[in-house]
């Protein structure tokens, strides 16, 4: 049986503001070990190769698949059900199958359109190749754990708790080309090195479906990959896209002491937490090629920090952007605005604060609460979701009132937020310097975007 995975085509995304592209690692990691498993496997990244629908469904004719997957986010799923509804259309012997964030906290959601067969629920990369060899047999498949189908919904599969024993994803069946980070010209890639989390953010979907204990690969498997990349794809630039990839100081330092003993010459940015950064740290970092750190700021105000659960001090976010200048690596700092409690005077604070961090770059998001997540489940309960189509859900379109502004303000806000913190003279100045035409490449897609 071949099996067709598909990243949808997905055209709004707030990551755009910092010219990230980067390959659907989930669907790479499941088509990796269908290979081990002997399994006929493609993928389609039509999101990263800025696909049409018309272009999408001659893929699919031409493919002939006897399985069709399609991983979903929220903010994707109307445009991952059109292709799961292609699919069928034009395959209508192929079961179809959908997984991803979305999906699998939203299973009956997915099940009743008569185009979606199966919905696999949490890590995929062992669900998957017993799914199709049971379908091949004709066996039968609420023995196969972590899937629903019409009203059943079979045991949860266990979390895989060794992650060196995963093969590498399968980046030569992906359009390696076409992603980037910060617009850069360099071959760039992506790495997960660890997998759930224990800090519990309110608005993180993360722990929900990889659990709270956090689970890493060694040091040598994460830089065996990194070497890879760099022989067999050409990497220039890799970013590791962990949730939080700092959480274990001690591994991080353990990572850059590999990088630095094999003599790796490769550009690479992390996730990290502001109370995680030393300047020892910050040093091993950029010693060992780190230019770029991506920081969850979200507030100015310690008491929304609180209700976040971030477990985290405005005093640590000021200290970290500092010692992360000091040691000349670029901050992308991560703002959230229009959280309930939030008032047009505290998002005006945060704004302020956000420039006053001095980042390299910053994304203002707009408070969205997401199945899986602690935010969501209390925003329905407390009847704060004031937008009910998906689509919307883009961290760029306001779906929640605040004590004191609307949906229309709170755009309004996050436009002033963009504007006023790229427009200033004297950033400018010193980012041209630094980035030049990454710089202006962000500024113009973000005036065009918000």
């Not at 990796?32 to 999101?47: K, R, Y």
């Not at 001090?313 to 309930?340: C, H, W, Y």
């Not at 489940?377 to 919307?392: C, T």
């Amino acid at each position: 049986m071949k099996v067709l995975l598909i990243n949808p085509p997905y055209f709004n995304s707030k990551y755009k503001f910092i010219g990230l592209v980067a390959p659907p690692l989930g669907i790479a990691y499941i088509a990796a070990v269908l290979e081990e498993n002997d399994i006929d496997v493609e993928i389609i990244d039509a999101a990263a190769l800025e696909m049409s629908w018309e272009a999408l469904e001659t893929q699919i004719q031409k493919s002939n698949p006897g399985l069709v997957a399609v991983t979903a986010l929220t903010p994707t799923i109307s445009n991952s059900l059109k292709t799961a509804q292609l699919a069928k259309k034009n395959c209508p012997e192929a079961t179809i199958v959908m997984g991803g964030y979305h999906p699998s906290f939203n299973h009956q959601e997915m099940l009743e359109n008569d185009y979606v067969d199966i919905v696999v629920i949490g890590e995929g990369e062992y669900t998957f190749p017993e799914l199709v060899r049971t379908l091949e047999k004709g066996g039968d498949i609420s023995k196969v754990k972590g899937i629903a189908y019409q009203d059943v919904i079979t045991p949860p599969r266990p979390l895989i708790k060794d992650l060196d024993q995963l093969p590498f994803p399968a980046r030569h069946l992906l359009p390696m080309d076409h992603y980037k980070i910060l617009n850069m010209k360099l071959n760039t890639a992506t790495i997960i090195s660890s997998r759930g989390c224990p800090m519990q953010c309110s608005f993180c979907a993360s722990a929900a479906l990889h659990g709270n204990r956090l689970r890493m690969r060694s040091a040598k498997n994460v830089v065996d990959e990194m070497e890879h990349l760099i022989k067999d794809h050409d990497a220039g630039m890799i970013a590791f896209m962990d949730d939080t990839f700092t959480l274990k100081p001690n591994r991080v330092a353990e990572i850059c002491d590999e990088i630095i003993k094999r003599e790796l010459n490769i550009y690479w940015g992390c996730t990290a937490r502001a109370d995680t950064l030393s300047d020892e740290l910050l040093r091993k970092l950029s010693e060992s090629g780190c230019i770029t750190l991506f920081l969850g700021v979200e507030s100015a105000d310690q008491q929304q920090l609180d209700k976040l659960n971030k477990q985290l001090t405005i005093e640590k976010i000021r200290q970290a952007f500092k010692l992360a200048r000091k040691n000349d690596i670029r901050t992308i700092a991560s703002v959230v605005l229009g959280m309930p409690g939030d008032t047009r005077e505290s998002i005006e604070r945060t704004i302020k604060f956000a420039k006053e961090l001095n980042p390299s770059y910053a994304v203002f998001s707009l408070a969205t609460p997401y199945p899986g997540t602690r935010f969501y489940q209390e925003a329905v309960q407390k009847n704060l979701i004031k937008v009910k189509d998906w689509s919307k859900f883009t961290l760029l379109s306001p779906v929640l009132d605040t004590v004191d502004c609307s949906l229309d303000e709170l755009k309004k806000l996050q436009k002033t937020a963009f504007r006023q913190f790229y427009l200033r003279p004297i950033y400018l100045l010193k980012q041209a310097w630094m980035d030049g035409p990454i710089l202006f490449k962000t500024i113009v897609t973000m005036i065009k975007e918000v």
